[in-house]
C-alpha cells in the first residue's frame, strides 16, 4: 500500500517534472523565433509580434469597445426550419409548381444523399399565404402572426449560408465555428471574453425543448467549452418542474453547516491544488462556490407564481408548462434579466423531409407567441437595447420537393446556400431586411453573410474584437470565428 | 560618343517641343486607335524615368569623384530626360481615352509635363555651364520631390484619391445623426449631391451656373432653369438629366465621372416626387416609405456616447465590488462604469450611498428588483454622468421622482412594475435629455397616457395589454403515472395557470364549462372509466379536452399463456404483455401490443390462489385505416380446473360504423361472482371488413389508378419527345390469396384485467 502510494507520487512527479521541462522547451523555441531574420519576416506576418505580449493581449472579462448588446438571448430553431414557408417569399416556386429546378439555378451543387438520386427536383411553391409587414415591409407567411406583429423590432437576415449540409456539422458549425466537434461553443466564448455578469448564475446557460415535427438531436458537445476552461461550459437547465435539481439544502442541513462544509472543502481542494496546479481543481472550487450561490438565486428566478397574468397571455398559457418553448422562453428572459450573458434555447423538430405543411404548422404554433412575446417583453422593461435575440436554424431548405410532391403537400430537403435568420433588440437595426435571394430562393445575389461574419457581428456587438478573442491551445490560437469572418456593419445599428 | 549624345539630345528637344504643342492643343487631339496602344505604354514607360533620375541623384551623391564620373553623371540625366518626354507624351495620349476623372488627370498632365521640361533644362545647363555639385544635389532634390508629388497625382487617378498616405491617414469621423433626428434633405439628399454632384457644380466651378451647395442655392437652379417640376410627369431637369443614357452628352453626373447607385437616383426622384421638402424629417414620412427605409438604412439609430470624465480609483471599484453589487467598466480603458445590484435581501440605502466615491463615473445603474426607498433617489440624483436607471419592480412610489431631475444626461429611465402614477410622471417632461420611459404595469390607464404622451419628445413604452385579449388555455395534466390500478388510487389533475378550474367527466362525454363537475382532489380510481377533463377560467378560452383510460386489476394473474400465438409481427412479450399492469398509447407500433389475425386470441389466465372474479377487462384497439377492429365475439370460461371449464360471459361487442374513433377500446365482461383459478378467453376477430370501409377502399383504389394512368401517359409523352424514361413499376405478383389475406382485420390487445 504504502509502496503504492510512494510508486504514485514518483510517477506525479516525474509527470511534472516533464511538463516544466516541456514548458522551458516551449519558451525557448518560441523565443528563438525572435532571431534577427525570422523577426523580420515575423513582423510581416504577424504583425504585433513587437507590441504586445501575447498573454496580455486580452483583457478577459471585459469588452474591448463600449457593447451594444451586454446579452444575448439564442432561440436556436433545431432541424433547420423552412425560411420558403416563414419569410422568404418566392411566387415563382408557386407559379412553377412541379416543374423542374434549371440546371442553371442548381449549377451542379452538392445536395444531401436524400435526393441526391432523384431523378427530379421539382419545384414546391410555399401552400401558405404571405403579407408585407412594417416598415421595411418584411414578408412573413401567415404561419407566424405574433411574429409579423412586431416586425418593426427585427433585423432579418435573408442571406445566411452555411457550408454544412447535414444537421451535426452545420449545428456544430453554428455553435462552435467548426464543423469538427472539439471547439468551444459561442456562449463559452462570450464568457471567457466577457465574464458573468451576475457571480451568483452562471454564464451560459441551455434550455431544451421538443417540437412534434420530426427532431434532430441535440447534445452537450454545443455547449462545451472546449480548449476554454471549464468554468466557461454551458450549464444545461432540466426541463421539468424543477430546472436545476437538487438545489435545497437536504433535512439536517442548515445554511451555515452547508458553509461551513464548502469551506473545509475548499481548503482540501486547495491544498491539492498548490500540489498539482491543475486547473481543473480551482475550476471545481468555483463551481461549487457557485452551486451555493445558485441555491438563492435561482428559486427566486424559476418561480414563476409571481409573473402576472398578462404575462401569461403574452407568452401563451403553455409557458407555464416545464419544457415547453414558450416556458423556455419567459425563463430565459428571466435569467438574461438577472445577468446571464448567454442563453441558449434549443427547439427540436424542424426537419421536415416530408409533410413540410403539416408538421412547420405545428412546430410555427411552438414558437411564434412566444419568440414574440420575448421581444415585446424585453421592450417593455428597457431591456431589449441592451438584449440581442436571435432565431434561426443552423441552415434552409431546399426550393424542390423532396419524395413525392402533391398539389398541396411537399417535403424539403437541406440546404445550406440560403437561410433566413432573424435578430431582435442589441444593437442591431430595426425594421429592415438584410440580403436577397434569386427569384427560385437558391441562391444568394445580394449581401450573403456567412456563419463566420454572423459570429463577427454578434461578438462586435457585445464589444468583442472577434479577431482579438483568441485563445492558445496546442500551438496556435484559436477564435470563434476561426480565420475569417468579417463584422456584416450593415446589420449594426 | 558626343555625337551620339548630341542627336540624343536633339531628338529629346524635339519630343519636348512636341510636347508642349500637344500640351496646349490637347483638348483638340484625336488619337488613332494604333497610337492608343503607344498611349496604354505610359504605365509601363513612368518606371524609367523614376529609376533613372534615383539612379542620378545617388550617383552624385555617393560617387567617388574621378574621370568617368562626370560623365556617367551626364549620361544618366540625358536618360532620365529621353524616358521622361516619352512617358509624358504616352501619358497625353492616354489622357485622351474616357474614364478618368478629369480634374485628377488635368494636374497629373501638368507635372508630368513639367518634369519633362526641367529635365532637359537640367542637362542643357549642367552640359553648357559647369556648375557646382551642390547645384546638381539640391535641383535633384528638387526633381525628387516633383517626381513624387506627380507620381502620386497619377496614383490617384489610378488608385483613387490619397493612394499613398490612405493606410496612414485616420479616417474622417462621420458625423453620427440619429434617425430619430435625422432631416430627409440634410441627412439623406445632401449627402447624395454632395458625394456626386458637387465636384463640379460647387460655388468655385459652378459648371452649367449651377451651384449645389445650399439649399437656396439648388431651389435657384442653373442657366437651364429650376431643377425640378412635380407638375411634369418626368419630375423635370434633374431627373431628366439622371435618367439620360450615360453615353449622352447631358448626361449627369457626365461620362468618367462617379456614377449614382439605383438607390441614390430613388432617393432624389423620391425626395422631388414629394414635394422636395427642406425641413422634413424622416421620421414624419409614413413607416412604409421608401425615402425612410431607405434613410433607414443608411443613418444611425444609436448615437455613440463619448464620456470625457476621469476614470475612478481602480481599488475603490475593487473594494466596492462584491457578488450584490457588481461594478464594470462598460469597455476595457473606459471611465465609464455600470453598476448592477442583485439579490433584494442584501440591498439597503447604505448600499446605495456607499457609490459615493464613484458617483461621477456611474453611466448606468441597475437596481431592477432592489427595495429601492423614495429617499434613495436623492442619492442617486449625484451620479450626475447617469444615462440609464433601472427602477424596475423597485419599492418606489413616484412622489419623488422629481429628484432625478437633477441628471443632466439621464436618457432612459425604468419604471416598470411600480406604484409611479400618470401625475407623477408629468415632471419627466422636465427633464433636459430624457428619451424613453418603460412604464409597463404599473397601473396607469391608457387615457392617462396619452395626455402625458402629446406634450413632449419622450418615449413612453407602454408595453403589451392584456384588456380584451383572450387566448386559449392548455388541458389539465393527469399527473397519475399509472393507468391500471390495483388498488383505489386518486386522481391527480393539476394546471399550472393560477385560478383555473378543471372540469372533468367519468362518463366518456365530453365535459362542458359550466354543468360538470370541477375538480377538488376527490376522484378516485375504483372501477374502470374513461376521464375526460378540460380547463376552465374567466378570461380565457377553455382548454382542448384531453382524456384517459383509468382500469382497476384488482387480481393480477399469475402467467398467462397464449394458447394460439400471436402474428409474428406483433407479438409483443407474448403472454406476460397482458398482465405486465401497462398500458401503452394507441400507436400499433409501439411494439406492446399483441395482434392477432390469423388465430382468434385465445389465452389461458392462472391465478395460484382461486379469486372470486366478478368481470374480465379486455384492452383493444381500434384504427380503421390499420384494419384493427374490436373482435366479433368474447367468450370468458373459468373454472378451478382447467379441464372443466365453464363458459362464465358471451359477448359480442357492437360493430365499428363509420365516423368510430381510433382509440383505445376496453371491453369489459362482468359475469356473476365465481371462484377460479383459470380463465379463459377466446376473441374472435370479425371475418371481414365492414362493408361501409370496404366501399371506400375500392372508390379509393380507383382513383389512385386512375392518377396512375395519367401519370404514365405524361411519362409517355415526356418520351416521345426524348425526356428520361420513367421505368414501369413492378407489378404486385403475389397470389390473389395472399393479397385478400392484406383485407383480413386484426384484433389488437395489450393488457387484461381482472376484477
Known amino acids: 500500500m504504502e509502496k ?490 | 560618343m558626343t555625337r551620339w549624345k548630341n542627336a540624343f539630345f536633339n531628338i529629346t528637344f524635339a519630343l519636348n517641343c512636341l510636347l508642349l504643342f500637344l500640351l496646349l492643343l490637347s483638348d483638340k487631339m484625336v488619337i488613332p486607335a494604333w497610337l492608343q496602344v503607344g498611349g496604354r505604354m505610359h504605365p509601363l514607360l513612368l518606371h524609367f524615368p523614376i529609376a533613372l533620375i534615383v539612379l542620378y541623384v545617388l550617383w552624385i551623391l555617393f560617387a567617388v569623384s574621378n574621370s568617368h564620373y562626370k560623365q556617367i553623371a551626364s549620361d544618366l540625366l540625358l536618360l532620365s530626360s529621353i524616358t521622361s518626354v516619352i512617358t509624358a507624351l504616352c501619358g497625353l495620349l492616354l489622357s485622351r481615352e474616357p474614364g478618368y476623372d478629369p480634374d485628377a488627370l488635368q494636374t497629373h498632365k501638368w507635372a508630368g509635363s513639367i518634369i519633362a521640361f526641367l529635365l532637359i533644362f537640367w542637362y542643357w545647363i549642367s552640359t553648357a555651364k559647369n556648375v557646382s555639385r551642390w547645384f546638381n544635389i539640391s535641383a535633384s532634390f528638387v526633381m525628387l520631390i516633383t517626381i513624387i508629388v506627380a507620381g502620386d497625382l497619377g496614383a490617384a487617378i489610378t488608385h483613387g484619391e490619397n493612394f499613398l498616405m490612405a493606410p496612414i491617414t485616420p479616417e474622417k469621423e462621420r458625423k453620427t445623426v440619429l434617425f430619430e433626428e435625422a432631416f430627409v434633405y440634410a441627412d439623406v439628399v445632401q449627402p447624395v449631391l454632395e458625394a456626386k454632384c458637387l465636384s463640379c457644380h460647387n460655388s468655385k466651378k459652378a459648371k452649367g451656373e449651377l451651384v449645389m451647395e445650399t439649399a437656396g442655392l439648388l431651389l435657384k437652379g442653373g442657366k437651364d432653369g429650376r431643377l425640378w417640376d412635380t407638375t411634369k410627369a418626368d419630375l423635370g431637369l434633374l431627373m431628366q438629366r439622371i435618367h439620360l443614357p450615360e453615353d449622352e452628352k447631358e448626361h449627369m453626373p457626365p461620362s468618367g465621372k462617379p456614377q449614382l447607385t439605383d438607390e441614390e437616383m430613388v432617393i432624389l426622384e423620391r425626395w422631388i416626387k414629394g414635394g422636395a421638402d427642406m425641413n422634413k424629417k424622416v421620421i414624419e414620412l409614413p413607416p412604409s416609405d421608401t425615402l425612410r427605409t431607405i434613410a433607414y438604412k443608411r443613418l444611425k439609430a444609436f448615437s455613440e456616447e463619448k464620456y470625457d470624465f476621469t476614470a475612478a480609483n481602480e481599488n475603490t471599484i475593487k473594494k466596492l465590488n462584491n457578488t450584490n453589487r457588481v461594478i464594470y467598466p462598460i469597455a476595457a480603458k473606459s471611465p465609464a462604469l455600470v453598476v448592477n445590484f442583485y439579490n433584494s435581501p442584501y440591498f439597503g440605502s447604505k448600499q446605495l450611498a456607499e457609490l459615493a466615491d464613484i458617483d461621477q463615473q456611474v453611466v448606468e445603474l441597475n437596481l431592477s428588483k432592489m427595495p429601492v426607498k423614495d429617499e434613495d433617489l436623492k442619492t442617486i440624483a449625484r451620479f450626475t454622468n447617469l444615462r440609464t436607471l433601472n427602477l424596475n419592480y423597485s419599492a418606489i412610489t413616484g412622489n419623488t421622482l422629481d429628484q432625478l431631475k437633477k441628471l443632466p444626461l439621464l436618457k432612459s429611465l425604468s419604471l416598470t412594475g411600480t406604484a409611479v402614477t400618470a401625475k407623477q410622471l408629468a415632471v419627466l417632461q422636465e427633464f433636459p435629455k430624457l428619451r424613453s420611459v418603460f412604464i409597463w404595469n404599473t397601473g396607469i390607464s391608457p387615457t392617462a397616457l396619452a395626455a402625458i404622451n402629446k406634450q413632449g419628445k419622450i418615449h413612453f413604452e407602454t408595453g403589451f395589454d392584456a384588456a380584451g385579449v383572450v387566448m386559449k388555455l392548455t388541458p389539465p395534466i393527469i399527473a397519475n403515472g399509472d393507468s391500471i390500478v390495483t388498488k383505489p388510487v386518486a386522481v391527480q389533475l393539476k394546471h399550472y395557470v393560477p385560478g383555473t378550474a378543471i372540469r372533468y367527466t367519468t362518463d366518456g362525454t365530453d365535459p362542458d364549462s359550466i354543468s360538470s363537475p370541477i375538480f377538488k382532489n376527490d376522484l378516485q380510481v375504483q372501477k374502470m372509466f374513461e376521464l375526460k377533463t378540460r380547463a376552465v377560467k374567466p378570461g380565457w378560452y377553455s382548454s382542448d379536452v384531453v382524456s384517459r383510460y383509468f382500469f382497476t386489476s384488482r387480481y393480477v394473474p399469475d402467467s398467462i ?195
Open chain 2, 561 to 755: 399463456e397464449l394458447l394460439k400465438p400471436a402474428d409474428a409481427k406483433y407479438k409483443a412479450k407474448e403472454g406476460r404483455t397482458l398482465n405486465d399492469l401497462v398500458k401503452s398509447d394507441p400507436g400499433r407500433g409501439s411494439g406492446k401490443w399483441l395482434g392477432f389475425r390469423d388465430n382468434n386470441l385465445e389465452a389461458l389466465l392462472f391465478f395460484r390462489q382461486p379469486i372470486p372474479a366478478t368481470s374480465v377487462i379486455l384492452s383493444t384497439l381500434r384504427d380503421v385505416k390499420g384494419l384493427i377492429f374490436p373482435p366479433a365475439s368474447v367468450e370468458i370460461w373459468g373454472g378451478t380446473d382447467k379441464n372443466k371449464l365453464k363458459l362464465l360471459m358471451h359477448l359480442s361487442p357492437k360493430p365499428t360504423v363509420k365516423g368510430d374513433p381510433n382509440d383505445n377500446f376496453p371491453i369489459t365482461c362482468e359475469f356473476a361472482p365465481t371462484n377460479v383459478s383459470f380463465i379463459k378467453i377466446i376473441a374472435k376477430p370479425i371475418s371481414k371488413i365492414p362493408a361501409w370501409l370496404k366501399d371506400e377502399r375500392e372508390k379509393a383504389k380507383i382513383e389512385e389508378a386512375k392518377i396512375k394512368k395519367a401519370e404514365l401517359e405524361k411519362a409517355k409523352k415526356e418520351k416521345v419527345k426524348g425526356a428520361e424514361p420513367i421505368a414501369e413499376k413492378s407489378k404486385d405478383k403475389r397470389s390473389a390469396a395472399e393479397k385478400a389475406k392484406d383485407e383480413k382485420p386484426w384484433i389488437f390487445i395489450d393488457e387484461v384485467m381482472v376484477n
Open chain 1, 4 to 493: 503504492d502510494l510512494a510508486n504514485k507520487k514518483f510517477v506525479m512527479n516525474k509527470e511534472f517534472f516533464e511538463h516544466r521541462l516541456n514548458m522551458n522547451r516551449r519558451r525557448f523555441l518560441s523565443r528563438l523565433s525572435l532571431g534577427i531574420g525570422s523577426a523580420a519576416l515575423g513582423s510581416l506576418l504577424i504583425p504585433d509580434l513587437f507590441q504586445s505580449k501575447e498573454e496580455e493581449a486580452l483583457i478577459t472579462g471585459l469588452p474591448d469597445f463600449a457593447p451594444k448588446a451586454k446579452r444575448i438571448i439564442y432561440l436556436f430553431q433545431n432541424g433547420a426550419p423552412s425560411q420558403l414557408d416563414l419569410f422568404d417569399y418566392k411566387p415563382m416556386l408557386q407559379t412553377m409548381h412541379g416543374e423542374d429546378l434549371p440546371a442553371s439555378i442548381r449549377m451542379g451543387q452538392r445536395l444531401t444523399g436524400m435526393t441526391a438520386n432523384q431523378k427530379k427536383f421539382p419545384l414546391a411553391g410555399t401552400t401558405f399565404k404571405f403579407s408585407e409587414y412594417g416598415q421595411a415591409r418584411a414578408t412573413i407567411s401567415e404561419l407566424l402572426p405574433y411574429t409579423a406583429s412586431v416586425v418593426d423590432d427585427l433585423c432579418i437576415v435573408k442571406s445566411m449560408f452555411t457550408e454544412a449540409i447535414n444537421h451535426d456539422p452545420a449545428l456544430t458549425f453554428f455553435q462552435t465555428g467548426a464543423q469538427v466537434g472539439n471547439r468551444a461553443s459561442m456562449g463559452s466564448w462570450l464568457s471567457y471574453g466577457l465574464g458573468s455578469e451576475n457571480k451568483n448564475l452562471p454564464a451560459f446557460c441551455v434550455l431544451l425543448s421538443k417540437g412534434k415535427g420530426n427532431g434532430q438531436g441535440v447534445y452537450s458537445k454545443l455547449w462545451s467549452n472546449g480548449f476554454l476552461d471549464s468554468i466557461h461550459q454551458g450549464v444545461q437547465f432540466s426541463s421539468g418542474e424543477n430546472p436545476v435539481l437538487y438545489l435545497n439544502n437536504p433535512e439536517g442541513m442548515d445554511k451555515t453547516d452547508r458553509r461551513r462544509m464548502l469551506d473545509k472543502l475548499a481548503e482540501l481542494n486547495q491544498e491539492n491544488y498548490s500540489e498539482f496546479g491543475d486547473p481543473e481543481i480551482s475550476t471545481k472550487i468555483q463551481q461549487y462556490e457557485m452551486a451555493y450561490r445558485m441555491q438563492t438565486a435561482v428559486p427566486d428566478i424559476t418561480d414563476m407564481k409571481k409573473e402576472p397574468e398578462s404575462i401569461i397571455k403574452m407568452y401563451g398559457a403553455e409557458s407555464l408548462v416545464p419544457g415547453t418553448f414558450a416556458a423556455n422562453c419567459l425563463l430565459a428572459r428571466k435569467l438574461s434579466e438577472n445577468g446571464v450573458r448567454f442563453v441558449q434555447l434549443y427547439h427540436q423538430g424542424w426537419d421536415a423531409h416530408d409533410n413540410l405543411p403539416g408538421q412547420i404548422k405545428g412546430q410555427c404554433k411552438d414558437v411564434d407567441q412566444a419568440s414574440a412575446a420575448l421581444i415585446t417583453d424585453l421592450k417593455q422593461r428597457g431591456l431589449l437595447d441592451e438584449t440581442l435575440v436571435i432565431w434561426g436554424g443552423e441552415f434552409g431548405r431546399t426550393n424542390y420537393c423532396q419524395g413525392k410532391l402533391a398539389k398541396d403537400n411537399y417535403g424539403r430537403d437541406h440546404h445550406p446556400r440560403c437561410f433566413t435568420v432573424w435578430m431582435a433588440g442589441g444593437g442591431v437595426k430595426p425594421g429592415i431586411v438584410h440580403g436577397e435571394t434569386d427569384e427560385f430562393g437558391y441562391n444568394i445575389v445580394k449581401n450573403p453573410v456567412h456563419v463566420h461574419d454572423f459570429h463577427a457581428t454578434i461578438l462586435n456587438l457585445m464589444g468583442l474584437d472577434h479577431e482579438k478573442l483568441v485563445y492558445k491551445h496546442q500551438g496556435r490560437r484559436y477564435r470563434l470565428t476561426d480565420v475569417s469572418g468579417k463584422v456584416v456593419k450593415d446589420l449594426i445599428a
